[in-house]
């Protein structure tokens, strides 16, 4: 079975400092990760997603994040953040394998940034 | 036009009433899911269809039920609405394959009374 572990559910950081929210997943075949992000009151918008081509994604608003096999996991890291990058953010598994091509959602991470 | 559109935006409604959410979209897409975001939670599945014939529960499904009219529509009910149901819902489509993105509509929330 699939699972998601997002390591942290708030994060602070400042303006221009660089941004790390961490996740963990488990598959037991070959998954697809996904990173989601949900300002107040909208929708959730990709922001990247990794296929099992190369292991180092880039997304947009200059996101990017790492899979790493080894460490089963997909960290989702920004070198400097703006204010606009104030949101709740989503680490989501698929396996169509093993899942049937479920979505499986971590519990999120809280993005606070101050001036 | 948003691809995927949900309606109501809002919704209060008593506890025991029936309620249904609709979904519709036009990405053209085979695969439809319902989820509910409740704080501290992230999304859970509650209902999944992957063709017009093809209705699957989510780890979550009692208290609810769904329809899927045609492709590109996929309603959930709540029979009997219940306070620890208040939550903000969302319907998401996906075309078939490992690696495809879902897309979401703007939420439903919905509030029981």
């Known amino acids: 079975a699939q699972s998601v572990t997002q390591l942290d559910s708030h994060v602070s950081v400042s303006e221009g400092t660089p941004v790390l929210l961490r996740c963990n997943y488990s598959?037991?075949?070959?998954?697809?990760l996904f990173w989601y992000v949900q300002h107040p009151n909208k929708g959730l918008q990709l922001l990247l997603k990794?296929?099992?081509?190369?292991?180092l994604v880039k997304g947009i608003n200059g996101f990017e994040a790492e899979f790493k096999k080894s460490e089963t996991s997909f960290h989702l890291t920004k070198p400097s953040a703006h204010m606009s990058d104030a949101a709740e953010y989503f680490c989501?598994?698929?396996?169509?394998?093993?899942?049937?091509?479920?979505?499986?959602f971590g519990a999120g991470t809280q993005v606070v940034v101050t001036p | 036009d948003a691809d995927v559109t949900q309606t109501p935006r809002n919704r209060i409604t008593k506890t025991g009433k029936r309620i249904m959410l609709e979904c519709s979209q036009t990405?053209?897409?085979?695969?439809m899911y319902w989820y509910r975001q409740d704080p501290g939670l992230g999304l859970r599945l509650i209902y999944y269809?992957?063709?017009?014939?093809?209705?699957n529960k989510g780890e979550i499904s009692d208290g609810y039920s769904v329809s899927r009219q045609a492709q590109a529509k996929f309603s959930l009910s709540l029979e009997s609405a219940i306070p620890n149901q208040t939550a903000l819902y969302f319907c998401?489509?996906?075309?078939?394959?490992?690696?495809?993105?879902?897309?979401f509509g703007q939420g439903t929330r919905l509030t029981v009374v």
């Open positions: 998401a489509t996906r075309r078939s394959g490992a690696s495809t993105e879902a897309f």
């Open positions: 598959s037991s075949y070959s998954p697809s």
């Open positions: 990794y296929t099992s081509a190369a292991t």
């Open positions: 989501v598994v698929s396996d169509e394998a093993d899942s049937w091509g479920k979505l499986q």
């Open positions: 990405k053209g897409h085979d695969r």
């Open positions: 269809s992957f063709d017009v014939k093809d209705i």
